[in-house]
């Protein structure tokens, strides 16, 4: 039987990647994805003649283009295209666009609030200046603050060295920023509600906070601190779907001799003597391997694929404890025709980008409520894209797929599981919500998917359906990140390894988890680093 | 209407622009009046902007207004013999409705300009090249008479049609056959209203990626503007202009006149014009036809040797090297060339140029020395090259027939 040099559990980007780093440096490695096709989180499935959905994330600004370029990922058919043009629509029908032009994006803020018009410069300012800081320590192992190696020293100095240049001032409003909700981040700045429940959306996407909820202002800079070639919170679709980025980075693994097994699921890791030494598949299969990668999160990787008896006491505890709560849904839906929104001029540019259905501050918080009371939004906070618009692949000419994501979803009722009536109500209550500010929307639907986090669960094996593999609050970041101690892919099992979102820099389609690991296992065999830098050192 | 009552209207009509037959289509969607001139003509720099009509480029299709190219049509028994000896190619071997790409120098072997002749007939041709060029057509007659040159610049009108989708609405459009159109291949069809409106379509272009040229008489320009526009609706059509040709350009790794080189009839300096050599455009320069113009200046350019070399640069970093100087230490003591044309490429993901080295400097490192600002503040790095032998961008679609499905 084959041993492998190393077994990655999981064909999602992050596992990819790390495999076709670890195939680069000249390593025999065999990924294992427990469903029949590959990609994980960032997949494109035809799930209706014709149409391609991204069935689960849907646009990509994170994904780090050293390593887009190292890979030559392009070669292996990525294109990413940058999408315009973002609607807002608040409870009352009022509508706030995105124009592509600074001066034009200015009047209509001062058509809201001369105040909030003047602002926006200030609030863009200071984002750029934390995100860009950030943005920095994506490609890099976060340091151990409690060791005493040269290589963690000299880390801590550097990002000690990061975090003075912002001056004192900036320093202490950082260290407050990351605990912050971001409604009270938003009101140092803004007055006007929509404009602040445009800006508090994306710090509420994928977690289990509501936006008053103190840490939800970082998670609003997790998602504004991308870019699609520099243009910062930009945000691009991958041409062909999500599934694109894996496929590239799948064909370059293989280019570089790697191997991918698909409908192989990993019933335990296998540890023999403190060492993990393999993996025993759900078919009864065993392979063998040097290094084991575990591409699934925390939880799922310690509690549910590895033997309690086989991890040092405390570590079971912290991986059932780790913060991974569900909160959102998604609803795929196949449109015979692209669909027309009240209050939304007829502008190719601003009408079929994305849309926010943010409603108010109020009414996102509201939302949240449900959630906390185990029920799904009655009036949810919708963050939609009509891919089709931008992407000629995805869908037959003239009709479109739209890519709904919803906040909140529970992954557990207080009535009870979920079952497919309560899935379809949900999906139901998304559709009504749409209808409401596009009157007709019901009529262009010719198919649709709803997924809960049951179904998120199900199919990708993300722990209560959180896309990001865990919560991104200050607990669970950089050294934190998935538990204090373990945050630089190494785990307490020796040869053992993680590299996907649950560990540093978090959720996100950036490939940096995956990198950043296999970067920390090629020292670990010392063998030359394959790893690039970040791209981004001199902005 | 005499001039004299323009004038009473529009004191400025003397200054103002020429507008393209184009135009009233265009100015409705040029939404932030970015307008810029090439040949008399109101042109535009871009639309709406300049990276999403890149996009648009590479991921659905656009439309490129080429009107304001100089277009010329060589009839007679002599136009092959005569084109042959201004060309440095042997266009005696194109057949008829095919292109091909061509340039012609001075007696010193310079190049004056480069452009595409269609051979539309057995002794008719289309010339189309940058800059006005009659005078140097005109001088090019010497010795022969059975020829006539008629400037069709303004009344041919021309939009160039590039990107994935562009075979599809086109067929959408009603083109029958057009899928079957090879690389460099002319066709004609009806746009169906009356029998003038003959279309020509070649399939050509100055992106890299899958396209084609549209041409028609002026007058009925909108109409096909209009058919087209209706036709491309679903398939993301959008206009694009000079600042996305520039970026197709150059990941297509083609030159640009005023960038890459200098047009030898307009150049002031000894030598700070080109040979095609220096250009990398060796292929174009057929030494087993009969004579041509700048010959004998050619083989003494090929046997010497090139000083400099055009070349294709893959740059570290992100930083994008405009008006670099390369050198050949990392201490940027000895200086080895410039660079020509830079950017940072949206598709490949890379830091990309175009470059002119000495040819001596070829076989050793090259480090350019690249200036940006940050904030109102310069800085400078300096940062590695790598030779590419290849386009940065080349598609198999662009040279597939049929082209296949976006």
Redesign the interface.
Same mark, same amino acid.
């Given at each position: 039987m084959t041993k492998y040099d190393a077994i990655i559990i999981g064909a999602g980007h992050n596992g990819l990647t790390n495999a076709a780093y670890l195939a680069k440096a000249g390593l025999n490695v065999l990924v294992v994805e427990k469903n029949e096709y590959i990609g994980g989180a960032a997949v494109t499935r035809e799930m209706h003649d014709g149409w391609f959905y991204s069935s689960c994330s849907y646009v990509c600004s994170m994904m780090r283009?050293s390593i887009?370029?190292d890979l030559n990922?392009?070669k292996h058919g990525l294109?990413?295209?940058?999408y315009?043009g973002t609607v807002v629509f608040a409870d009352n029908g009022d509508t706030m666009v995105s124009y +592509?032009?600074e001066e034009a994006e200015y009047n209509q803020l001062r058509r809201r609030s001369p105040h909030d018009a003047d602002a926006m410069f200030r609030f863009q300012a200071d984002l750029a200046r934390y995100a860009q800081l950030i943005r920095k320590t994506l490609l890099r192992t976060p340091p151990d603050p409690t060791s005493f190696r040269p290589r963690d020293i000299k880390e801590l100095l550097w990002l000690a060295k990061e975090f003075w240049s912002l001056g004192e001032k900036e320093l202490y409003e950082y260290i407050r920023f990351f605990t912050m909700s971001a409604a009270d981040f938003l009101d140092d700045y803004f007055e006007d509600d929509l404009i602040k429940a445009a800006m508090a959306s994306p710090g509420v996407i994928g977690t289990a906070l509501g936006v008053y909820s103190p840490g939800s202002a970082y998670i609003l800079l997790h998602h504004v601190m991308g870019d699609?070639?520099? +243009?910062i919170g930009a945000w691009g679709l991958a041409?062909g779907g999500m599934g694109a980025i894996s496929h590239a980075i799948a064909s370059a693994l293989t280019e570089h001799g790697g191997e991918i097994r698909t409908n192989a699921g990993v019933d335990k890791i296998t540890v023999k003597n403190g060492k993990a030494v393999g993996v025993v598949l759900d078919n009864g299969d065993e392979l063998h391997a040097d290094i084991v990668v575990s591409n699934m999160d925390a939880k799922r990787t310690f509690t549910q694929c590895m033997d309690k008896n086989d991890l040092p006491p405390g570590i079971y505890d912290k991986a059932k404890n780790f913060k991974i709560r569900g909160s959102s849904g998604k609803v795929n839906i196949a449109l015979s025709g692209l669909p027309k929104f009240n209050n939304v001029p007829d502008n190719r540019?601003i009408n079929r980008g994305g849309q926010g259905f943010v409603g108010s501050m109020e009414t996102m918080e509201r939302a949240y409520d449900c959630w906390k009371h185990g029920r799904w939004s009655e009036d949810p906070f919708i963050e939609s894209v009509i891919p089709s618009?931008?992407?000629?692949?995805v869908a037959p000419?003239?009709q479109h797929w739209m890519s709904n994501f919803v906040q909140y979803c529970p992954p557990v009722l207080a009535d009870g599981p979920w079952t497919p009536e309560k899935r379809d109500a949900f999906g139901q209550t998304v559709i009504n919500k749409i209808e409401r500010y596009s009157p007709g929307f019901k009529d262009l639907i010719v198919h649709m998917e709803v997924r809960t986090p049951h179904e998120i669960e199900a199919e990708v094996g993300l722990t209560e359906g959180n896309i990001f593999q865990g919560e991104l609050t200050i607990d669970q970041l950089l050294f934190n990140r998935p538990f204090p101690g373990y945050a630089q892919y190494r785990m307490p099992i020796k040869n053992m390894y993680m590299c996907g979102s649950s560990t540093h820099p978090g959720g996100g389609v950036s490939s940096a988890c995956g990198a950043n690991a296999a970067r920390e296992i090629l020292i670990d065999l010392k063998r030359p680093n394959t790893v690039p830098e970040d791209?981004?050192?001199?902005? | 209407m005499t001039s004299s009552q323009v004038d009473i209207k529009d004191p400025f009509a003397g200054e103002r622009l020429k507008e393209s037959p184009f135009h009233p289509r265009q100015a409705l969607l040029n939404l932030r009046d970015a307008w810029s001139s090439w040949n008399g003509y109101k042109f535009a720099d871009y639309y709406y902007d300049e990276e999403y009509e890149y996009f648009c480029i590479r991921n659905s299709c656009a439309t490129y207004d080429i009107c304001p190219m100089q277009k010329y049509v060589i009839t007679g028994p002599d136009a092959e013999a005569m084109l042959n000896r201004m060309v440095t190619r042997d266009i005696s071997k194109l057949k008829e409705n095919r292109v091909t790409y061509v340039c012609w120098c001075t007696d010193e072997g310079r190049m004056i300009d480069d452009g595409t002749i269609f051979k539309m007939g057995p002794d008719r041709f289309l010339l189309t090249c940058g800059s006005p060029s009659l005078a140097w057509l005109r001088k090019s007659t010497f010795g022969f008479d059975q020829l006539e040159i008629s400037d069709v610049s303004d009344s041919l009108a021309a939009l160039s049609f590039q990107g994935p989708t562009t075979c599809e609405v086109l067929k959408k459009m009603g083109l029958v056959g057009i899928e079957d159109l090879k690389p460099f291949c002319i066709s004609y069809f009806s746009l169906g209203s009356d029998d003038n409106n003959r279309l020509m379509v070649s399939r050509t272009g100055f992106t890299g990626d899958l396209g084609y040229e549209l041409w028609i008489e002026k007058a009925y320009a909108l109409e096909l503007w209009d058919k087209l526009y209706a036709a491309g609706e679903d398939y993301g059509i959008q206009p694009y202009g000079e600042a996305a040709t520039n970026m197709a350009r150059l990941e297509a790794g083609f030159i640009m006149p005023g960038m890459e080189f200098n047009e030898a009839l307009k150049t002031v300096h000894y030598q700070y014009d080109q040979t095609p050599f220096e250009l990398n455009l060796d292929w174009l320069v057929d030494f087993k036809k009969p004579h041509f113009n700048g010959r004998s200046a050619l083989l003494e350019a090929r046997d010497q040797g090139a000083e400099y070399t055009l070349v294709k640069l893959d740059i570290e970093g992100n930083k994008p090297a405009e008006e670099s100087f390369l050198y050949s230490d990392k201490e940027c003591s000895k200086e080895i060339g410039y660079v020509t044309s830079a950017m940072w490429s949206p598709v490949v993901k890379a830091n990309i140029a175009l470059a002119m080295v000495m040819t001596s400097a070829l076989d050793g490192d090259i480090w350019a020395e690249i200036y940006y600002s940050k904030e109102l503040r310069h800085h400078s790095k300096v940062a590695q090259c790598t030779f590419q032998t290849h386009p940065f961008w080349s598609p198999k679609r662009a040279r597939a027939t049929p082209p296949g499905l976006y």
């Open positions: 283009q887009h370029r990922l392009t294109v990413l295209v940058p315009l +592509n032009s699609v070639d520099g +243009n041409r540019y618009a931008w992407d000629p692949t000419p003239g791209d981004f050192y001199d902005e | -």
